[in-house]
C-alpha cells in the first residue's frame, strides 16, 4: 500500500506539470487555432533564467519574477514575428512555424546558458513527510498548488475580467469579435504572454525536482501535447485531467513494468488517442455548417 502511495504522489506532482504545459496549449489553441510546439521551450526558460539569475546572486522570488517576465516576451515576439505574419496559413504551416521557433529558442538557449543540466534547491526544504506510510516532498506540495493556483486564476480571469471575456469571444468567432470592437490581434498576443508565463512558472516550480537543459523543452512539449489531446484539446478542464492522468500512467508504467518505457506513454497516449478519442475525453461535438 505505501508503495502505491508513493507512486501516486509521484505520478500527481508530474502529471500536474504536464497540466500547466498542457493549459499553455489550451490557451493559445482557443484563441488562435494555433498547436504551439514552442510551449515547451517556455518552460525551459522559466527554469533556466532563474538558475542563472540565482547563481548571479538575485533572491529567488526575483530571480522567478525575472524568469516569468523574460519568457513573456519571448512569447509575445512568437506571436509578433512569427505567427502573426503567417495569419491565414494553413494549420500545418504554423505547426511548423512553431517548431522552427522551437528550434531557434534552443539555439539561443545554448549560447545564452549552456549545455549543463541544472537545479534548483527545493523551495522549503527536501526533508520528506511522511504521509500514509509513504513521503511526500515538500516541493511537490509547491508543484500541485501552483498547479491548483493557477488553474483558479485562469478562470477567474476568463470569466469575470473583460479581458478574459474578450478572449473567450475571440475563441467563439474571431470574426464576430472583431465586429464588435474587440482588438483580435491584441487578444491573440495576450494569449500567448499568458501561455508562456504559465509555462514559465511550471519551469520555476518544476526544476528543483526535474532538473532543466536548454534542451529539455522538447519532451515537456510533447507530453504537455499528449496531456490536451487526451484531455480534450480547447478544453482547460480536460487539460488538467489529461497531464494528471498521463504522469499516474507514465508513474505506474514505471514502477510496476519498467522505467526504460517511461517516455513512451506520452506518444502512445497520442496513439490511442487518434485512434480512439479523437475528440479527447471532455471533447465535444463540433458541427460544421455548409
Known sequence: MSEFLQLVFSGLTVGAIYALIALGFT???????????AQGDFVMIGGMATVFL????VALPVAAFIAVVASVGVGLLLHRFAIEPARGASPVTLIMITIGASIFIKGVAQIVFDKQFHSLPAFSGDA????????LLPQS???LGT????VVALYLFLEH????????ATAANRLAARLVGINVTLILAMAFGLSAAIGALAGVV???ITLTRYDIGTLFALKGFAAAMLGGMGNPVGAVVGGLLIGL???????????TYKDAVAFLMILFVLFFLPRGLFGGRSVERV
Do not use: H, R
Open 147 to 150: 498547479t491548483l493556483g493557477l
Open 54 to 57: 540565482m547563481s548571479a546572486g
Open 141 to 143: 506540495l509547491w508543484v
Open 206 to 208: 518544476a526544476t528543483p
Open 161 to 168: 475580467t473583460l479581458s478574459g471575456k474578450a478572449l473567450l
Open 27 to 37: 490557451l493559445i489553441y482557443n484563441a488562435s487555432d494555433v498547436i504551439n510546439f
Open 249 to 259: 500512467l507514465e508513474t505506474f508504467g514505471a514502477g510496476y513494468v519498467s522505467s
Open 128 to 135: 520528506p513527510i511522511p504521509v500514509g506510510g509513504a513521503t
